[in-house]
């Protein structure tokens, strides 16, 4: 998906939310655990009560990897159910992989020819050979991490060096060498606030990836009015607010009533620049 294809996709929906796909077997309703796929049931549930509502999906690798064969298999069939149903969302593979070139190549040929995502996070630490075998693919995205939402981000994220530049501003500057707006988005934690004035100056353009509203507690109209651009420039991220809003027979309208709430608020803000 392009970059203007993803703002026109905001635009219609008038939504810039992307429900986070992280499905814990012992969260989910248990009448769902006498289906052959649990996970799958509770996604492709989750996946028609929100699709009207946002914009993408971010399945988290590790909720499917920790259950092994089935759950890697759950992965597949749950992004190929969204590619199928609902070809204008935008996929997001929150895997954070990263390592030196060739192995790089191999996520990449994992993430983008056999899953078929729209993108991959990618942890920048390791360099410019270890991101570029993701940005080969056209039309599939980088999401570097740039400033996390977790307390931990301040170990290394926040450090600064002798001149007073943040490693975390470090990243959004040099990876702009390594591939352009159209390829390249970064992950800024909602919990962050007023930070996203400041790195907006470095990235006035990218879109960026926001995970931290609901559950972590980041006010969606702080990143709206630090980090919304004229194409809007901001995918949010909720999982379990929404996915999990209720655990009976009930979660899937429980799941369309949370996510139509955040619809309702970015609508309001989008009026803005749409
Ligand atoms: O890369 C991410 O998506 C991510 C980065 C970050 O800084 N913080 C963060 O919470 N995430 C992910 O975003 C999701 C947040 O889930 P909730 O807190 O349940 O909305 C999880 O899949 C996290 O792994």
Redesign the pocket.
């Known amino acids: 998906m392009t970059k203007q294809e993803l703002f026109e996709n905001i635009k219609k929906k008038k939504s810039f939310l992307c429900v986070?796909l992280?499905t814990d077997i012992k969260k989910i309703p248990t009448h769902l655990l006498e289906e052959e796929d649990p996970t799958y049931a509770f996604n492709k549930a989750i996946i028609d009560a929100t699709a009207k509502y946002c914009v993408a999906y971010?399945p988290?690798t590790?909720f499917y990897e920790s259950q092994g064969v089935k759950g890697i298999i759950a992965l597949e069939k749950t992004i190929e159910y969204i590619r199928i149903k609902y070809p204008d969302q935008f996929i997001?593979l929150?895997a954070?992989r990263g390592d030196i070139g060739n192995t790089s190549e191999m996520y990449a040929v994992s993430a983008f020819e056999h899953l078929k995502a729209s993108a991959v996070?990618v942890a920048p630490y390791m360099g410019e050979d270890s991101v570029k075998p993701f940005v080969k693919y056209p039309k599939k995205w980088v999401?570097l991490?740039a400033?996390?939402?977790?307390k931990g981000?301040a170990d290394f994220q926040l450090t600064e060096d002798k001149a007073g530049e943040r490693l975390f501003e470090k990243v959004l500057k040099k990876s702009q060498e390594w591939a352009t707006d159209e390829q390249l988005m970064y992950?800024?934690?909602a919990t962050q606030g007023e930070m996203f004035a400041g790195i907006r100056k470095i990235v006035p353009d990218h879109f960026l990836?926001v995970?931290?509203?609901?559950?972590?507690g980041g006010s969606l109209s702080e990143v709206v009015r630090y980090g919304m651009n004229s194409q809007c420039g901001l995918l949010v991220?909720?999982?379990?607010?929404?996915i999990y809003a209720d655990n009976t027979r009930e979660f899937a309208f429980a799941a369309t009533a949370e996510a139509k709430k955040v619809q309702a608020e970015m609508a309001g803000y989008l009026e803005k620049i749409i």
């Open positions: 986070g992280d971010k988290n590790a997001i929150d954070k996070t999401i991490l400033l996390t939402s977790n981000s992950v800024v934690g990836l995970p931290g509203v609901g559950a972590q991220n909720s999982s379990r607010a929404i």
